[in-house]
C-alpha cells in the first residue's frame, strides 16, 4: 500500500511538472509546509460544520439559523485576529530567514499583547449583549433565542482563539506547520466528542455545540503555550517553537511594534469588511425564510471547510516568498509564489468538481426535508464554484503578505464584496432575480478580489514595498 502510494504521488509530481504547473523541488517544500496547515484547516473549519449538523440533526432548520447569525459576529471579531497574524507571519518568517531570531521573538511577544488588548473588550460586549446584538438581524424569537445562546456562551473563546492565531502563524513563519497541526486537529477532535456528548448526551442542542468550542480553543492555547515558551514536548509531531516567548522580554519594540501595526491594519481593515458583509447579507436571505437563511449558511460552511487547502498554500506562499525575500532573493520569491497560484488553482479546481457531484448527499448532512435539502444543494453547488477563485486569492495574498504589500489586498477585497457581491444580492429584493441574487453575491465576492490580487502579484509591485520590511532594511 505504502509502494502504490509512492508511486501515485511520483505521477502526480511528474504529470505537474510537465504540465508547468510547479517543479518538483518547489512542490516538495510546499508540500512539506502546506499538508499539515491543509488538515490544520480542515480541522478547525469542520467544527462549526460539525456543530451545524448536529444542530440540524438535533434542533431544526431555525435553529440552524440562528447559529448562521451568531457565527456572523464571532467570525467578524476572528478576523481582527486573523489580520494581525497576517502581519505576524510575514515579519516573523522574514526575520528568522534573515538570521535575526530575537527580532522575530519580539515580534511574537507584541503579537501576544495586541491580540489580548483586541479580544478582551469584544468578549465582554458579547457576553453582556448577546440578544440584542443578535435581535438586530432578526424578528424570529426562536432564531434569535438560539443565536443568542451560542453567542454568549463561546464569547470567551474569542481570546483563546486569538492567542492560538498567534501561535500557530508564529510557528508557521519560521517553517514548521506540523506542530500547529497536531494541536489544533486535536482540539478540533475534542471538540467533536464534547459537542456530541453534550447535544446527543445531555440535550443541550446549541449550548453543548458552544461549550464545546469554548473547551476546545482553550485545550489549543494549554498545549501551544507549553511548545511557545521554548520547552520541548518529548513527543513526535510536537517541536519547541525557535523564536521563544520570554517572560523577561523585551516585551516592547517602537520599530518592530510600528511594522507589525503598518502590515496588520490593512490586513484587519480587510478581513473585518469581509466578516461585516454578512451581515446585510443574512438579512437578504432572511427575508425569503429561515430555510434560504440555512441552505446560505450551509452553503457558506461547505466552502468554508474547502478553504482547508487555502490555509495551506497561503501560508506555504507567504513563508517561502518572505524568507526568499529575507534572503534578498527576489527571482526565487516570484518562481515559488506563481508556482504556489498555479498549483492551488489545480487543486481547487478538482475540489470544486467533486462537491458538485457531491452536493445533494452533503446537503442531506445537516436537514433533513426534501425542499430544504434542494435549496441547500444548490448553494453547495455555487459555493464550490466560488472556492476555486477563493484558491487564487489565497495564493496571491498570502505572496503578497510575505512581502508586506497588505493594502492592496485590502482595496481588492473591499470593492469585490460591498461594489459587486452586495449589489447582486441586494437586486434579489427588487428584481425577479429572487433567491438568485444570494448565488451571484457568492461568486462575486471571491471572483473579484482574486482577480484584483492575481494582477497585482503578476506586477510585481511586492517586490519593491518587501524592501522596506526585510532585515537589512
Known sequence: MRGYATSLGNAVTALLDRAGVIAPDRLS?????????????????????????????????????????????????KFVGVGVVGGTVGLVSQNFGGNERGRASTVVTQSVWLALALSVPVVVVYALFADPLVGLLSSDAALTRAGATYLAIVAPALTFEFLNLVCSRTYAGVGDTLTPMVVRAGAAAANVVVSGVLVFGFGLGVAGVAIGTLFSTGLS?????????????????????????????????????????????????RRVLEGLVAFPLLWIAGTFGPVVVAAFEIGRRVRAVMTGFSWGFSIASSSLVGQALGDDDEGEATAYGAAIIRLSVVVYAV???????????????????????????????????????????????????????????????????????????????????????????????????????????????????SRAYRPAA
Not at 39 to 55: E, P
Not at 234 to 243: D, E
Open 221 to 269: 492555547v494549554v498545549a501551544f503555550s507549553w511548545g511557545m515558551f521554548g520547552r520541548s514536548y518529548g513527543v513526535p509531531g510536537l517541536a519547541a517553537s525557535p523564536v521563544a516567548l520570554s517572560v523577561r522580554g523585551p516585551h516592547f519594540d517602537r520599530e518592530l511594534m510600528g511594522q507589525l501595526v503598518e502590515v496588520s491594519a490593512p490586513i484587519v481593515a
Open 29 to 77: 517544500r510546499t508540500v512539506d509546509l502546506a499538508w499539515p496547515r491543509v488538515i490544520t484547516g480542515f480541522a478547525i473549519m469542520s467544527k462549526q460544520t460539525v456543530d451545524l449538523a448536529f444542530v440540524g440533526w438535533a434542533v431544526g432548520s431555525e435553529a440552524v439559523a440562528g447559529l448562521a447569525f451568531a457565527y456572523a459576529f464571532w467570525l467578524i471579531a
Open 351 to 465: 475540489a470544486a468538481l467533486v462537491v458538485l457531484a457531491l452536493a445533494g448527499p452533503i446537503a442531506g448532512l445537516f436537514v433533513a426535508e426534501p425542499a430544504e435539502i434542494a435549496q441547500a444543494a444548490v448553494f453547495i453547488q455555487v459555493s464550490a464554484v466560488s472556492a476555486v477563485a477563493f484558491g487564487l486569492d489565497g495564493s496571491a495574498t498570502g505572496a503578497l503578505r510575505g512581502a508586506g504589500d497588505t493594502r492592496w489586498p485590502f482595496v481588492a477585497s473591499v470593492v469585490g464584496r460591498y461594489a459587486f457581491a452586495l449589489p447582486a444580492a441586494a437586486l434579489g429584493l427588487v428584481t425577479p432575480l429572487g433567491v438568485a441574487g444570494l448565488y451571484l453575491a457568492l461568486v462575486l465576492e471571491m471572483a473579484v478580489p482574486a482577480l484584483a490580487n492575481y494582477w497585482r502579484f503578476r506586477t510585481g509591485r511586492w517586490k519593491t514595498i
